[in-house]
């Protein structure tokens, strides 16, 4: 499962948070353990990926499952932080200068 976090955000407590979602869910094989790291980085986030072992025939299930899990954990005030938010940044355009005929000089 892949789920981002702000730049501005505490990898560890998201780590925390995400190892004790699958630790609830007991079709999530205790062996071997879940790994929760940081994978990518985005235009707004740091992409993470939480990687715990079921069995192939709960594979869909927990996948389904962790995924509302993790949404309606974070809705939780004390997760408040863990939610990404969009970064933008507005980069003025330059003023439209004219380009110069061959030869002519500036001033």
């Given at each position: 499962?892949?789920?981002?976090?702000?730049?501005?955000?505490?990898?560890?407590?998201?780590?925390?948070?995400?190892?004790?979602?699958?630790?609830?869910?007991?079709?999530?094989?205790?062996?071997?353990?879940?790994?929760?790291?940081?994978?990518?980085?985005?235009?707004?986030?740091?992409?993470?990926?939480?990687?715990?072992?079921?069995?192939?025939?709960?594979?869909?299930?927990?996948?389904?499952?962790?995924?509302?899990?993790?949404?309606?954990?974070?809705?939780?005030?004390?997760?408040?932080?863990?939610?990404?938010?969009?970064?933008?940044?507005?980069?003025?355009?330059?003023?439209?200068?004219?380009?110069m005929k061959y030869g002519e000089?500036?001033?």
């Amino acid at each position: 499962m892949d789920f981002g976090i702000g730049y501005s955000d505490d990898i560890e407590r998201t780590k925390t948070v995400m190892l004790q979602v699958v630790a609830e869910k007991e079709v999530c094989l205790k062996r071997p353990k879940p790994r929760v790291f940081a994978g990518d980085f985005a235009a707004s986030s740091v992409n993470n990926f939480c990687r715990p072992c079921v069995r192939t025939d709960d594979y869909c299930d927990v996948l389904w499952e962790l995924a509302e899990e993790r949404k309606l954990n974070w809705r939780m005030p004390e997760h408040q932080s863990l939610v990404p938010s969009m970064m933008y940044i507005f980069i003025p355009k330059r003023p439209h200068r004219p380009m110069m005929k061959y030869g002519e000089t500036t001033g």
